[in-house]
């Protein structure tokens, strides 16, 4: 090994350990300053962390490298971020991604999404609710509902090839839709509050954090849903408590 010089007598009777290898985290960020903070507080956590500045790189380093986690700001040099989460989508359809950007708006949020993010965090963020965003997508990282096969009124979702279909017409989800429908599906016999989703599909320690990803996951999953059923988004707001599937599903 280089830096070691070990002799035989260093090593004779002594049991070799094998150090777990830490969980791998890749920075694309251009701003000096909150990359190297990302770093810090990746590293401090447990985390073995690298940075890449530009898009061009940070796009050839995701697909080349063997990654349990990627932080993906979104306005880079060259690439910008959503392309680069759509092309490591498609091509490592279950790689973990979060995406990090000053960009706050509704629309951004639903872009990133739409591209393929497991989750979406606007700057400024505080360190907590960065570290508890990455725990939760790394714990369900490879954890998903299953597979399953589900009817709702008219509409069958198709957890094996991601997709709900009514008729002759259908439409695409994304593993964490389908997740949702498999849950309200599960639990329907009454609501589901938007904290029991946090903790049980988005996979959260801490369910009382501020985040508008449920909100979002739901607007894109009813649009889908209604645009199948020409009309009805089966899943029900009832509001100030949760969610539930609609009765007649």
């Not at 059923?229 to 100030?240: A, H, K, P, Y």
Request: overall charge negative; aromatic content about 6%.
């Amino acid at each position: 090994m280089v830096g070691m010089n070990l002799t035989s007598n260093d090593i004779r009777g002594k049991e070799t350990i094998m150090e777990p290898a830490k969980t791998s985290v890749l920075v694309v960020e251009d701003d000096p300053a909150i990359a190297r903070g990302l770093c810090d507080v990746l590293v401090f956590n447990g985390y073995h962390a690298e940075t890449v500045a530009d898009g061009n790189r940070g796009c050839e380093s995701a697909l080349e490298g063997a990654w349990d986690l990627i932080l993906l700001d979104v306005m880079l040099p060259g690439i910008d971020g959503f392309s680069i989460c759509r092309e490591i989508r498609r091509k490592r359809p279950t790689q973990p991604v979060i995406m990090l950007t000053a960009k706050g708006s509704e629309d951004d949020i639903v872009t990133g999404f739409t591209a393929g993010a497991d989750d979406y965090v606007s700057k400024p963020f505080s360190l907590r609710e960065l570290m508890v965003r990455v725990e939760a997508v790394l714990r369900r990282s490879g954890k998903t509902m299953g597979d399953e096969r589900i009817r709702c009124g008219d509409v069958l979702f198709d957890g094996l090839n991601l997709q709900a279909t009514c008729d002759d017409r259908t439409a695409a989800l994304t593993r964490r839709e389908m997740d949702i429908v498999v849950y309200l599906f599960r639990h329907r016999e009454r609501i589901v509050s938007k904290a029991e989703l946090l903790t049980e599909v988005w996979h959260y320690k801490d369910p009382g954090i501020e985040t508008r990803t449920v909100d979002i996951h739901m607007l894109k999953l009813r649009k889908k849903i209604a645009s199948l059923t020409n009309g009805s988004g089966l899943i029900e707001t009832v509001r100030g408590e949760g969610y539930r599937l609609e009765s007649e599903s």
